[in-house]
Structures are given as structure tokens and as C-alpha cells.
């Protein structure tokens, strides 16, 4: 299993980014995947869920409105459309799966908002 996060950066608050998560390794289409991240100082803070065919998602309320989380099943990637962001959104951001009672987890995009 193989995931690999992309597309963080530094972004100024109201702004937006797009991050990404390549995934290989396993039959991507036949399982969930959720979005985790960790800010400075803090623990984990689970994000946002995607079913296998993207028909569900889930959010923490933190980022409901702001936030949308989307796959592509032809290309393997999972995505996250961070709007309206904020200082507290600061944190590396991480793609993960779980099968077969195993959690895999990608290395992370950091993002950062600040003026």
C-alpha cells in the first residue's frame, strides 16, 4: 500500500488549496478513505470520510461548509477542497486506509494559513 499526499502549502485565511492523495497498492475503488490531521502541539484529528464509490461523506463539524472531500476511482486519488480557511486549519494533513484492521497512512502535506 502506497498513499502519497500533495498539494499543501502556505495560504492566507478566506484563502483555499486543494490537497491530494495518490493512492497504489490495493484495489483503491473497493474501500473508504478518510482524511486525518495533526496541528502543531495537538493530537490527531480526524477529518472527513469517503465511501468506495464517493456516494457518502462525513465531516467534522469544524469544517462542515468548508470543506469537501472527493475521489476519482479511475486515477486512485482522494481529495480535499479546503475553502475559507483558517489559522486553527494549520496542520499536516494526512490521507489514510484501512483494511483488514491495518491503518495505512501517507506521509503527510503540511498546510499552513497565516497573513
Known amino acids: 500500500v502506497q498513499l502519497v499526499e500533495s498539494g499543501g502549502g502556505l495560504v492566507q485565511p478566506g484563502g483555499s488549496l486543494r490537497v491530494s492523495c495518490a493512492a497504489a497498492g490495493f484495489t483503491f475503488s473497493s474501500h473508504a478513505m478518510s482524511w486525518v490531521r495533526q496541528a502543531p502541539g495537538k493530537g490527531l484529528e480526524w477529518v472527513s470520510a469517503i465511501n468506495a464509490g464517493g456516494s457518502s461523506t462525513l465531516y467534522v463539524d469544524s469544517v462542515k461548509g468548508r470543506f469537501t472531500i472527493s475521489r476519482d476511482n479511475v486515477k486512485n486519488t482522494l481529495y480535499l477542497q479546503m475553502n475559507n480557511l483558517k489559522p486553527e486549519d494549520t496542520a499536516v494533513y494526512y490521507c489514510?486506509?484501512?483494511?483488514?484492521?491495518?491503518?495505512?497512512w501517507g506521509q503527510g502535506t503540511q498546510v499552513t494559513v497565516s497573513s
Open positions: 489514510t486506509l484501512k483494511a483488514d484492521s491495518v491503518e495505512y
